[in-house]
């Protein structure tokens, strides 16, 4: 889909609007979708296949809107059934989008970004043949970010020490062709080559902060 500049631009107040739901998700859903597009430009994925991978990107997470907050935002471990709430997120955000002229696409990535190459994901435990490119490449974004978040329970992880766990895990949760576009990226600076200064002061400080591509 060739998303148009109008629905874009809604897209991006409406991410600011969830974002602000929780202080501690402040411009996750844009820092997600930045590096969504430029991880897909590195893997070669079509030019028109970016617009979705990046609305996909900045709503994945729309569904865990619609679950209580208290257990969203809790600062301990979920308990079973905590969890089980909150693995439904991606099935309501697909919910809320499939229906809408143009959003299909969209919504399937939204519905997989939690599946996993080994099919141990959620909530269908898909094969890794059937999950979108643009949910494998979300995965590994939103991890990376998730866990350099800084958080009220804890600190967030140095970014180098992300990428390794990044790798750990690569070909079990995460698909290897995107570890590795991402990691490459990250090591050469180029991660950032679409954010603003404002937009890296912004981003979660470490004694050792990204570095920004000359």
Request: one cysteine or more; proline letters at 7%.
């Amino acid at each position: 889909m060739e998303a148009s500049q109008p629905l874009m631009r809604m897209v991006r107040v409406l991410t600011h609007v969830i974002d602000a739901a929780d202080p501690h998700t402040r411009g996750r859903s844009l820092r997600i979708a930045r590096y969504a597009v430029r991880v897909a430009r590195e893997l070669g994925v079509p030019e028109s296949q970016h617009a979705d991978i990046e609305l996909g990107a900045m709503l994945h997470d729309l569904g865990r809107y619609a679950i209580l907050n208290d257990v969203v935002q809790t600062p301990r471990a979920l308990d079973a059934g905590e969890r089980a709430m909150v693995q439904t997120h991606p099935t309501i955000g697909w919910e809320m989008l499939r229906d809408i002229p143009g959003m299909a696409n969209v919504a399937e990535i939204i519905y997989s970004h939690h599946e996993r190459p080994d099919g141990g994901g959620y909530p269908r435990q898909l094969d890794a043949e059937r999950i979108p490119i643009g949910a494998r490449i979300i995965m590994v974004c939103a991890a990376y970010d998730a866990m350099t978040e800084e958080r009220p329970y804890r600190h967030g992880l140095p970014p180098v020490v992300a990428c390794d766990e990044l790798r750990r895990h690569s070909g079990t949760q995460f698909f290897s062709d995107v570890v590795d576009a991402f990691v490459r990226l990250h090591d050469t600076g180029r991660l950032w080559d679409s954010f603003t200064r404002h937009e890296m002061d912004l981003y979660v400080r470490h004694p050792e902060p990204p570095r920004m591509a000359a």
